[in-house]
């Protein structure tokens, strides 16, 4: 098969590197993904050092890009070279993406009910005691609770939700705090250019400044009228509706603003910077 070919010839030249680097290494098949209909994704596992992702572009005749998860001590990013490592970089921002809750992203395809995703586990919250933390590049760091951002007043979106892996549900009325009014509250620097939002369970994802502002940007308390559920992010989950789903952090515990990118959970994994559904960004270098 043409893309398994493809994905061979990068797999081996990153072993010779590994080995020339690290000592001997052997790759085993550890799964094959489709994504968006378009990418197919492998995973090789490399033992000790970690996991290897390759993602094949199946329509163009290219080899879209790798990201090689290993532990850090053993091996610097910096040895594979950028066309080898999925390097972390700015890619600029999009134009103001045309009618949000329009049309259908390409790649794209209707399932009746989300699926659940918890990486870490659903974590128990407490109301009572959780707060929301909004930190980093900020004159007036925030501590809110739930009553207090409940107080703020929400604002409804309705719109699809669209995973990057290519399934998407129709409209909800997704409601809560616009990300906007949170990072005037704290009165964001104008040197912040990312925001990084750290869930209860140790998630993380990584959002441009420019998306995190957006008037649609929300952070959502509720869906079609009742509050989140546990398994869906309860307490608070980010809600951008023109990023994919990995951007929407679910129990997210604080908000920092940063001045220079860093990866998050996904985005270590090769996922793109900034994930906008109608420039279908989900990998890094796509
Ligand atoms: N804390 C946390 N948030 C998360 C995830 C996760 O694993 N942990 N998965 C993300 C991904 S990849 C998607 S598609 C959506 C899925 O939302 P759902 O579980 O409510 O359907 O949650 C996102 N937020
Ligand atoms: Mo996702």
New binding site residues.
Partial sequence: MRDEEKAKKIISRVIELLIEHVGLVTPTLAGREVIGGRFILYKYSLGDLGECRIIVDGKRDFMAQMTICLLKEKLEPGILGEEYYGVSRNTGFAEAPRGVIEGFPRGQKLIPKP?V?AVNGIPRVSVESWRLVVEGLVEKPLELSYEELLSLGLQAVNSMFH???GWSISERKWEGIPLKRIAELAKVKNNAKWVLVESLDGYTTIIPIEDFLHPQSILALRIDDKPLSPEHGFPARIFIPHL???KHAKWVKRIIFLKEYVDGY?EALGYHERGNIWREERFKGT
Avoid: A, Q
Wanted: hydrophobic share 45%.
């Fill in positions: 699926v995703y995973c990057v892996t994919y789903g990995w996904w």
